[in-house]
């Protein structure tokens, strides 16, 4: 852990060899096509992958499926990532908070001399198109005062992160896209990297950051790893590093190796042939953990309210 | 087949792409107001055709500008001022970081005409920049930051996926600016409403009368930017009537993917173009008579963000059906 994303890019940073990037390429072309057989995909009808549906496959796939039946509460297209982790507050308030410090960052990553508040990043968002939090905060009326304070105090901590004054030479962007086809266009897995500095053309290596609105996790690692990997097979190059920014005052970062790359498309791969077995019809599996707290099918599954039980009873 | 007589292949399309618009203009019920025949209108009118009838007048006109909209036009003019300044010093021009090439194209706009802002070249006027101008003077700083997270994208994808430097002979298209020229567009005759606009970004190459030039068409991202061959057989129709001579190919890059993949220019993509042209013109000559109807339909991941979806059995059942499987995957 260091103190701002400042140390980092003032530090020595070496992005990992890329002579073993077009072998991962090739490794995940092969399985996606393997993949494609079962699931029955095709470049009009493809697999549409993103950072959180790849978690979700691999932390549980029967809740995966049903967060995807869930109504898309910011309007994203297919393949696009949502933000923010679950809190213990309703889904709505959930996602508005992720999106007000989204937004925070970004403002901050391309204006750095304004300071950055609620109001702000609203009208960032809502000149952006996106009208989704200020309409959620005036449905909440009175009762958005504690939404917005919270998020004040996310946003204040995240301004001391040393995202608002990077150097222009770092050629910050923010929501940067990226996406990865697979199996002639059957597999497709897409993202927006919240800020993407360096990497080519610039000269300076590539670094990856993730802007997260909860609590810090050690789970939340697997998306910088997953971006670092699209980023490199999508420049040929990989980044040197992915830093995790979170609204709790933590900055992870993490030193791109080729080892991590592997992983990660080790990841994707296994994320691929789980989807591959769901659209055959295969029923899900249920993986309960921590995860189940939060669970939108924790009413009618079973495993789930027994882990959370015997969580409860090893508490007690 | 390939076109060996770029300016002949040219001139018969014009005829061609004339006759089938004035055919369709002729069946429409009342006068045609202003067609602006873009990517955008062709997408739509060939995906859903009742989507696009359905839009109405103020769907079809331009929108006005917003940061999402003026993201590639900021971003061109961002890089045309950036070249040009350099031209204008007598140097190579350097690699443009996106946020400094925008704010100084901003402030050069803002300046232009001020004797004492010194030596900077205005920008020549263009619509994007009178709105940027109008955005400062209202002081809606909010617009401009996503204005310059939108540009700056565009920007950074262009460079990015193009090189640095920019390929030789490369022009940028749709720019203001003594470092660009204006996209090339097209009228059947003076008196007709319709306007083929290409949006191509940039050319590679000089126009001569054998052709060999290369359309440029850069896509930030492309999931829903439909198919590559769609999108340069457009583009090589909309180029080939607008200046008069056919391209040699069309390079279509995505900065998302990271891709750029040449599309030569043969006589079935010119013909793919004119259909997509004259689609466009046919659906809203249809729609002064019938708007939406569900029947013209074409259901598709569309349907989600439809307004008309309320009115469109086909859509609901093709909604029903997503709501059991997205994106490759069921739902449970």
């Not at chain 2, 008069?244 to 891709?259: C, I, K, Q, W």
Request: include cysteine; charged fraction near 20%; aromatic fraction near 4%.
């Amino acid at each position: 852990m260091v103190e701002a994303l400042g140390d980092v890019l003032a530090g020595p940073l070496h992005a990992p060899s890329a002579d073993g990037i077009a072998a991962l390429r090739a490794e995940l072309d092969v399985a996606a096509r393997a993949a494609t057989v079962v699931g029955g995909w095709s470049e009009a009808e493809p697999l549409r992958l993103s950072k959180h549906l790849v978690t979700g496959l691999l932390r549980c796939p029967r809740r995966a499926l049903s967060e995807r039946g869930e109504r898309n509460p910011r309007g994203q297209a297919e393949g696009q990532e949502r933000t923010g982790p679950c809190e213990d507050r309703g889904a709505g308030d959930d996602v508005v908070m992720g999106s007000m410090v989204d937004a925070a960052a970004k403002l901050a990553t391309v204006s750095p001399r304004q300071s950055v508040t609620v109001d702000a990043a609203l009208a960032f968002l809502t000149a952006l198109g996106d009208t989704t939090v200020a309409d959620h905060l005036a449905d909440l009326g009175p009762a958005a005062a504690r939404l917005i304070a919270d998020a004040a105090a996310r946003i204040d901590r995240l301004a001391r992160s040393g995202l608002a004054g990077v150097d222009p030479g770092w050629w910050p962007r923010v929501e940067d896209p990226v996406r990865v086809v697979l199996a002639g266009g059957a597999v497709t897995v897409a993202g927006r990297i919240d800020v993407l500095l360096g990497g080519p053309p610039t000269g300076r290596p590539g670094v990856i950051v993730e802007v997260k609105s909860g609590r810090w996790y050690d789970g939340m690692r697997a998306d910088g790893h997953l971006y670092a990997l699209m980023v490199a097979l999508r420049d040929g190059e990989a980044p040197a590093s992915a830093v995790t920014i979170v609204s709790d005052g933590t900055t992870n970062v993490e030193p791109i190796r080729p080892a991590l790359l592997q992983h990660a498309a080790e990841r994707l791969d296994e994320a691929i042939g789980v989807a591959a077995r769901l659209a055959a019809g295969e029923p899900p599996a249920m993986s309960p953990g921590a995860h189940c707290q939060h669970c939108p099918v924790r009413p009618d599954c079973t495993v789930g309210r027994g882990w959370r039980l015997e969580a409860a009873e090893d508490r007690s | 087949m390939t076109v060996d007589d770029p300016v002949g292949t040219a001139d018969r399309l014009r005829a061609a792409v004339a006759e089938q618009i004035a055919g369709a203009l002729a069946g429409a019920g009342v006068p045609v107001g202003d067609i602006y025949v873009g990517w955008g209108a062709a997408l739509e009118a060939a995906t859903c055709a009742a989507r696009y009838r359905g839009r109405g007048e103020l769907g079809w006109a331009f929108p006005g500008w917003s940061p999402p909209l003026a993201g590639g036009a900021c971003g061109r003019a961002a890089l045309a001022h950036h070249m040009a300044q350099a031209d204008l010093a007598g140097r190579p021009a350097t690699l443009p970081t996106p946020l400094d090439a925008i704010r100084t194209w901003m402030r050069a706009l803002r300046t232009a005409g001020d004797a004492s802002a010194g030596g900077a070249p205005p920008p020549e006027r263009s619509s994007v920049g009178d709105w940027i101008c109008e955005t400062w003077e209202a002081g809606d700083f909010a617009t401009l930051a996503a204005v310059a997270a939108t540009a700056g994208r565009w920007l950074a994808g262009f460079v990015r996926v193009l090189g640095w430097p920019l390929p030789a002979q490369l022009t940028l298209l749709n720019a203001p600016g003594p470092a660009a020229v204006a996209a090339p567009s097209w009228r059947p005759d003076k008196a007709s409403p319709v306007t083929v606009a290409c949006g191509a970004d940039a050319r590679l190459g000089r126009v001569t009368r054998a052709g060999g030039f290369v359309l440029v068409v850069h896509r930030v991202t492309t999931a829903d930017d439909g198919a590559i061959r769609d999108r340069a057989a457009f583009e090589a129709a909309a180029g080939a009537l607008g200046i008069g001579v056919v391209p040699a190919s069309v390079l279509v890059s995505g900065g998302d993917t990271g891709e750029r993949v040449t599309a030569p220019v043969d006589h079935d993509l010119l013909a793919l173009g004119a259909d997509r042209i004259a689609a466009v013109v046919s659906q809203r000559a249809i729609a002064t008579e019938r708007g939406f109807e569900p029947a013209d339909s074409t259901p598709s991941t569309s349907c989600r963000h439809c307004d008309h979806l309320a009115e469109c059995p086909p859509g609901q059942a093709w909604m029903r059906l997503a709501e059991r499987w997205r994106g490759g995957l069921p739902v449970n």
